[in-house]
């Protein structure tokens, strides 16, 4: 039988909520008004919101010193713009990286006029070592199932992403053993680590060394992250 590690379930159902007439968000982590003692930051990583937005309308987010974010579309897409003059349309298999050393503001605009947009916005507390400003955008592509696919790598923090069919296993070895793993599921089913996860629930793991996982429904996606110790 494999052995129990240190683990934490982040429920879908459980996730805090801020809805106003054009913004829906739900937070894994405590996050604006939302607290609750069992939903603090996992090492660096303190912000995993999925937000949708109505047509036309925009939201704002101010960042402090050393924050990295990422912008994962996950239908349609958005329009970016922020306090330094960068402007993009960022779509769905795109990812958008801001890391920033000093306090900046971005805009997130849905631009369709009767579809709703949704995404993924990530937050790390990046620590001052190692740390420089940067502003990058790439498209990465599914076509290539049943492996991780790189995202990023962000003062020590990594990110991958995955489709996979039903059935299918996957494996991720980590880079540093003191690291912690924080996996997201996009879309379908997986059993991780002996542990079921569904849609947009959420799983953070420490004190292992390598994460598997099998998909239990077709085109199954999910995200990995290895995590720096805050």
């Known amino acids: 039988m494999m052995q129990q590690n240190p683990a934490q379930i982040f429920k879908s159902e459980s996730r805090g909520q801020l809805k106003s007439n054009g913004y829906n968000c739900f937070s894994t982590f405590n996050f604006g008004n ?52 960068n402007e993009s349309f960022i779509g769905v298999e795109q990812i958008r990286i801001v890391s920033v050393e000093k306090e900046m503001s971005f805009e997130l605009t849905n631009s369709y006029e009767e579809e709703n947009v949704s995404y993924l916005q990530i937050g ?8 420089e400003s940067n502003f990058k955008q ?30 299918k296993e996957g494996f991720y070895s980590l880079k540093n053993n003191s690291n912690g793993v924080f996996v997201f599921v996009i879309n379908g089913a997986f059993e991780i680590e002996n542990r079921l996860l569904e849609s947009k629930d959420g799983l953070s793991l420490s004190g292992i060394d390598s994460l598997e996982w099998e998909a239990l429904s077709e085109n199954a996606l999910l995200i990995v ?6």
């Open 124 to 131: 790390f507390n990046a620590k001052s070592q190692d740390f």
């Open 34 to 85: 939302y607290f609750e003692e069992s939903r603090k930051p996992f090492g660096s990583l303190h912000v995993l919101n999925e937000a949708i937005l109505t047509p036309q309308y925009s939201t704002q987010t101010v960042l402090k010193a050393n924050t990295a974010v990422l912008i994962l579309p996950l239908f349609g897409g958005v329009d970016y713009k922020d306090s330094l003059g």
């Open 225 to 230: 992250l290895e995590i720096p110790n805050a």
């Open 138 to 167: 790439f498209h990465f592509g599914l076509t290539d199932k049943n492996q991780l696919i790189t995202l990023f790598e962000i003062s020590n923090t990594l990110g991958f992403i995955g489709m996979y069919d039903a059935r």
